[in-house]
């Protein structure tokens, strides 16, 4: 299956999974998604951020799929907040961002925010959950495409 990020954010929605309001925009091009997210509309951040946010409101995100192996997608995640690299920062923000997901929907523990700049998305817990009986073979972006290989049993 080849979906373009939008039509994976709605498919997404379909299966009960919002899309956090802090992101604005999600896009692919040339093998990488592209994630631009307003900070001002999460309703929970460490102290430490707060003030950050009010110098650099806006992040993008630029996101690489490194591996998908035994069900589990590892991606590599380079952030920009008012044009500084940011992504050494990700691990102070892996808990609110794991805390909006789940208010959105997803299971606890699905996603694991790294200090390394890189994320873990368990993706066969969260279809055990969402679509039961489908597995993923394969996860990769191609050009301005999300490229899922899946079954169904």
């Known amino acids: ?5 939008a039509e994976g954010m709605a498919l997404a929605q379909i299966a ?4 956090p309001p802090a992101v604005t925009s ?19 951040l460490p102290s430490a951020l707060k003030l950050a946010v009010k110098v650099a409101p806006i992040v993008r995100a630029e996101v690489r799929i490194l591996s998908y192996a035994e069900g589990r997608a590892t991606l590599g995640v380079e952030v920009n907040a008012a044009r500084l690299p940011a992504h050494k920062l990700l691990g102070l923000l892996s808990e ?6 789940v208010k959105q929907g997803l ?3 699905a996603v694991d925010v790294r200090h390394d700049a890189t994320v873990v998305v368990d993706v066969e817990r969260l ?5 039961p009986g ?16 899946a079954s169904v049993s």
């Open 16 to 19: 009960g999974v919002e899309v």
């Open 127 to 131: 279809l055990a959950e969402k679509a």
């Open 1 to 5: 299956m080849r979906l373009t990020p």
């Open 96 to 101: 609110p961002i794991e805390h909006q997901l």
């Open 26 to 44: 999600v896009t692919a091009e040339g093998g990488v998604v592209r994630v631009v997210a307003d900070l001002r509309k999460l309703d929970e």
């Open 107 to 109: 299971p606890a523990g």
């Open 134 to 149: 489908v597995d993923v073979t394969r996860l990769a972006v191609d050009d301005d495409e999300i490229v899922v290989d």
